[in-house]
């Protein structure tokens, strides 16, 4: 956590304080767990976001869940712009046994709270980042909460289903790719999809652009203004970005069989 002191006070306040409240009302929680890109470098403090994950005994329900809430209108009224930018999902220790996708929802916070919300590919993606990079809040090493550590390869496949379900469909949803936050999102969230596939290593979004802009230079305008995207900043960038998908959808599938090919 000193790490995080280093980056930002304010942000290093405002993780102290949500430990605090959740430990001082919720007595049912194992660990409380960064990751993200305070975690493992290439936080943004104008467009990143704070995301971790708390650990409990059981799911929680019932007038836990009204405790759990309140927590996070009290986050809110302390610091309405992290609260914002802070994600939580409360996930119970029995799902660390799977390694698919829970079927089971969980509450989760990202801004707003979600009483059941549904893991999708990202679960594998995560728990691989917070076995190798989470940083403990409160509790012991991740590491020893996981069965058996999450292999690479298994990372890969996550990633390419994650483009295929989350990525692809956004082609035609022209409400979405209007936002100009999730323009830049979606752009860099595909360049770590196509540098974890081709590299067989997951690496922050910096890492990851970087290496497209230098192996596609054609796109390199795009990606800067991604990268540049802060809240308050309009991109305009809807057609270039449908574009990149068509684009990252056929480098995909090339790097997929070349791998293939190989083993």
């Not at 046994?97 to 679960?123: H, I, L, S």
């Not at 590299?199 to 596609?216: D, F, G, H, P």
Request: hydrophobic fraction near 35%; charged fraction near 30%.
């Amino acid at each position: 956590m000193e790490r995080i002191k280093e980056i930002d006070r304010e942000i290093y306040n405002f993780i102290v304080c949500f430990k605090d409240l959740l430990l001082e009302n919720y007595k049912s929680v194992i660990g409380i767990y960064l990751f993200g890109s305070l975690a493992y470098g290439g936080f943004d403090k104008g467009r990143s976001d704070i995301d971790t994950v708390v650990i409990t005994k059981t799911l929680i329900k019932g007038s836990d869940l009204d405790i759990i809430k309140n927590i996070h209108k009290k986050m809110e009224n302390i610091n309405k712009k992290w609260s914002e930018r802070f994600e939580a999902s409360y996930t119970p220790i029995e799902m660390l046994k799977e390694k698919k996708p829970p079927q089971t929802p969980r509450p989760y916070y990202g801004g707003v709270f979600y009483d059941k919300a549904t893991y999708g590919n990202e679960w594998l993606i995560n728990n691989y980042l917070l076995y190798n990079h989470g940083i403990s809040i409160n509790g012991p090493d991740f590491k020893s909460l996981l069965q058996e550590p999450i292999n690479i390869n298994e990372i890969k496949q996550a990633c390419i289903n994650d483009f295929y379900k989350e990525w692809i469909p956004k082609i035609n949803d022209d409400e979405w790719l209007s936002n100009s936050h999730y323009q830049s999102y979606l752009v860099l969230n595909i360049c770590r999809i196509i540098y974890t596939i081709n590299k067989l290593e997951v690496a922050n979004k910096q890492k990851s652009c970087n290496w497209i802009k230098n192996n596609y230079s054609e796109w390199k305008g795009l990606i800067e203004e991604a990268e540049k995207w802060n809240y308050g900043i309009v991109m305009d960038k809807k057609n270039k970005v449908k574009d990149f998908i068509v684009f990252a959808e056929k480098i995909i599938e090339k790097m997929s069989k070349n791998k293939s090919n190989c083993t």
